[in-house]
Nanobody
Framework: VQLQASGGGLAHTGGSLRLSCVTS????????MAWFRQAPGKEREFVAR????????SYADSVKGRFTISRDNDRKAIYLQMNSLEPEDSGIYFC???????????????WGQGTLVTVSS
């Protein structure tokens, strides 16, 4: 199983980035999918999640209204559109899979390697 995250980079405050996570080796549409992030010296935190086929979504309060998670089951991929970026959004962003509707990192089974997002003020 592989999860390959990409799309991170440097953005200015108010800018946008779009992250992608392409998977292989798993039955993609059987898994709940999510994005987490981790800033230096902080714990990994939930950002957004999406269900398998009806594409129900939920977000951390800190990103609600600014970030949008989506998935393409044909491409076995998820995406995170990040708008109105703030310096507090900086960190390594990880995609992950779970078998349940959860925001706890410990409940996620497979993880990507992460992609770094840096937002300058």
């Amino acid at each position: 199983v592989q999860l390959q995250a990409s799309g991170g980079g440097l953005a200015h405050t108010g800018g946008s980035l779009r992250l992608s996570c392409v998977t292989s080796g798993l039955t993609f549409d059987a898994w709940f999918m999510a994005w987490f992030r981790q800033a230096p010296g902080k714990e990994r935190e939930f950002v957004a999640r999406i269900t398998q086929t009806d594409f129900t979504t939920s977000y951390a309060d800190s990103v609600k209204g600014r970030f949008t998670i989506s998935r393409d089951n044909d491409r076995k991929a998820i995406y995170l559109q990040m708008n109105s970026l703030e310096p507090e959004d900086s960190g390594i962003y990880f995609c992950a899979t779970a078998t349940g509707w959860t925001t706890a990192a410990k409940d996620y089974f497979y993880w990507g390697q992460g992609t770094l997002v840096t937002v300058s003020s």
